[in-house]
Nanobody, 126 residues
Framework: QAQLVESGGGLVQPGDSLRLSCTASEFTLQFYGIGWFRQVPGKEREGVSCISDMHNVASYAESVKGRFTISRDNAKNTVYLQMNSLKPDDTAVYYC???????????????????WGQGTQVTVSA
């Protein structure tokens, strides 16, 4: 079973930064679209950022634009989500996801992604 693994979450104060990582055991991530989503209890999972395949077209939710940056390190088979100027509203479980269909485009639609990681908790609190 192909797996995605997130890491890098933690407890930080408002204004701090974190970098989340997404790696895969059986996929070469550069060939696929990757999305970062987040979810808080009682709410739907929402798209935060996504990046297309080798063309690296990226998109961001309005709530994180200018603060978060998605990137790839193909040598490490890893996709990162750099999160700066964190706010308490950013508190959530963050998931990375992979889509194999139409990888040239970037999507915030959960149903477009076939593979998901287990998530990593990000807590922003004073």
């Amino acid at each position: 079973q192909a797996q995605l693994v997130e890491s890098g979450g933690g407890l930080v104060q408002p204004g701090d930064s974190l970098r989340l990582s997404c790696t895969a055991s059986e996929f070469t991530l550069q060939f696929y679209g990757i999305g970062w989503f987040r979810q808080v209890p009682g709410k739907e999972r929402e798209g935060v950022s996504c990046i297309s395949d080798m063309h690296n077209v990226a998109s961001y939710a309005e709530s994180v634009k200018g603060r978060f940056t998605i990137s790839r390190d193909n040598a490490k088979n890893t996709v990162y989500l750099q999160m700066n100027s964190l706010k308490p509203d950013d508190t959530a479980v963050y998931y990375c996801a992979l889509k194999t269909v139409d990888s040239r485009t970037c999507s915030f639609t959960r149903g477009h992604y076939e593979y998901w990681g287990q998530g990593t908790q990000v807590t922003v609190s004073a």
